[in-house]
């Protein structure tokens, strides 16, 4: 079999874990291939309300494994807060969650390394989650990180101690004010509790499970344009969250790659710093805002809030090689008589284009917008795309027409069951 990816297009938070646990049903496996904690994947139903940082997406669905690739950085002492907080549901965790011995730890010195690190930038900072995935990511490409697979080792308190010694000069450096004796005592009951899960050769496992006939779901954390190499440098993540990422994340060969669901909102958000040209700072971004409830499911901030952005998803897509769009978050729309739509920005030249130039975060990209007619109505019985209001129609189509993809499923709200897909599309 093929392995499915499903990721972000924009900047994270699209509606990733909503859509995971959506199509889960159909997929044996669900296997995070990159990020750590700085995500926040939140699923609804039944009533309640799941926020997932490190743990894949398909954990609420006892016959599906769920996997932690060698490209994820994981942090102990959040794994064990996460599996804590899911005790109540009786899910059976040890069974049906694996974690390759090849995926890097965050140690209590990286999250304050990351901390150390923003508050030198002053006004220039990244607006990091603070939850070490920088540092983390920078050891490993150093080549002196710690693996989960560490763990099992008799010197594993050494290499902790040679790494942390590291850190602790560089902390000096920043003057940083901490106190690491309980950070430590959390972090070594965290590995234990850790030790207690299948630690796996996930590479292994993976390709395994495809030549038995599974079927697997990459789930992509953070957005296209947070990408270490694609995304707005330096306001940017410290891993590869597109496509390519799947295949050094799991070790999946490329022409292993089937389908690729590309999750995008029907507006664009952002969290933290960065460039954003098509953010809103009048009255429709506040709309957005609230009706969006765009608040970061890892951090609480607010999220800032904008018009749909054409040049950035065609970006997105075609690093991507997005097959199918799914666009998130249609019905925060509905109270907007008019919808812009950005399709090329001018430069501060005069230039007009409809490329992401290089000089985004230098310069100022002027958004040049289209404007179509909103559909100024409730979604609720909107369950098939047949019958989904004219403007709503067009806009989909508007935007299938400006990208080449089909837009395949539309999201009509957090819970699992406002999920409205294309009826040509197979079950
Ligand atoms: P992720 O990081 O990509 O998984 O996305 P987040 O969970 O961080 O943010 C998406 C937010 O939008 C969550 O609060 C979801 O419950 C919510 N959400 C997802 N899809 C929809 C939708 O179609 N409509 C509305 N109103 N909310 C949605
Ligand atoms: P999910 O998976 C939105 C942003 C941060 C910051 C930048 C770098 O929920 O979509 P980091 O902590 O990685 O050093 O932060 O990236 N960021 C996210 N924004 N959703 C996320 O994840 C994010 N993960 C990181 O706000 O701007
Ligand atoms: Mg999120």
């Not at 603070?130 to 490409?141: E, H, R």
């Not at 970061?296 to 904008?306: I, V």
Request: net charge negative; charged share 25%.
């Amino acid at each position: 079999m093929k392995l499915d990816i499903l990721l972000g297009l924009q900047w994270g938070d699209e509606g990733k874990g909503k859509v995971v646990d959506y199509l889960a049903p159909k997929y044996n496996v669900v296997a995070r291939f990159q990020g750590g904690p700085n995500a926040g994947h939140t699923l609804e139903f039944d009533g309640i309300k799941h926020v997932l940082h490190q743990i894949p997406s398909g954990i609420f669905r006892s016959d599906i494994l769920n996997v932690i690739g060698n490209g994820v950085v994981l942090d102990p002492v959040i794994f064990k807060k996460e599996i804590e907080g899911l005790s109540k549901y009786n899910l059976s965790v040890l069974d049906n969650l694996c974690i390759s011995k090849k995926a890097q730890i965050i140690l209590p010195t990286h999250r304050l390394l990351d901390a150390a690190y923003e508050k030198s930038k002053g006004a220039k900072k990244i607006g990091s989650t603070l939850k070490g995935i920088g540092p983390t990511y920078q050891d490993k490409i150093a080549r002196q990180g710690l693996r989960v697979g560490d763990t099992s080792l008799p010197n594993f308190k050494d290499k902790y101690q040679k790494l942390t010694q590291k850190h602790l000069q560089i902390l000096e450096f920043y003057k940083a004010d901490f106190q690491l004796d309980q950070l430590e005592k959390e972090f070594f009951e965290a590995v234990e509790f850790l030790k207690t899960f299948k630690l796996v050769e996930s590479e292994y496992l993976i390709n395994s499970e495809l030549s038995g006939g599974s079927r697997v779901l990459a789930e992509g954390a953070q957005g296209s344009l947070l990408d270490i190499d694609f995304g707005s440098y330096p306001f940017v993540t410290s891993s590869n969250t597109t496509s390519a990422g799947v295949c050094s994340g799991l070790g999946v060969a490329p022409n292993s790659i089937g389908e690729v669901y590309g999750i995008f909102k029907a507006y664009c958000t952002r969290v933290g710093s960065g460039p954003f040209p098509t953010e809103l700072f009048d009255a429709d971004g506040e709309t957005m805002q609230k009706v969006g409830n765009e608040f970061g499911a890892t951090t609480g901030r607010p999220r800032r809030c904008g018009w749909l952005d054409l040049p950035a998803l065609k970006y997105a897509i075609m690093i991507n090689g997005v097959t199918q769009l799914y666009m998130m978050k249609a019905d925060v729309l509905n109270v907007f008589n008019e919808i812009k739509v950005c399709t090329s920005y001018r430069r501060e030249n005069g230039d007009i284009i409809d490329i992401l130039p290089y000089e985004i975060v230098d310069e100022k990209l002027e958004p040049i917008y289209e404007s179509l007619p909103g559909w100024n109505c409730s979604l609720d019985e909107n369950k098939e795309f047949d019958s989904f209001p004219g403007e709503l129609a067009g806009y989909v189509d508007y935007i299938e027409k400006a990208v080449g993809v089909p837009i395949n499923m539309v999201s009509v709200g957090p819970d699992r069951t406002e999920t409205v897909v294309r009826d040509t599309v197979e079950a």
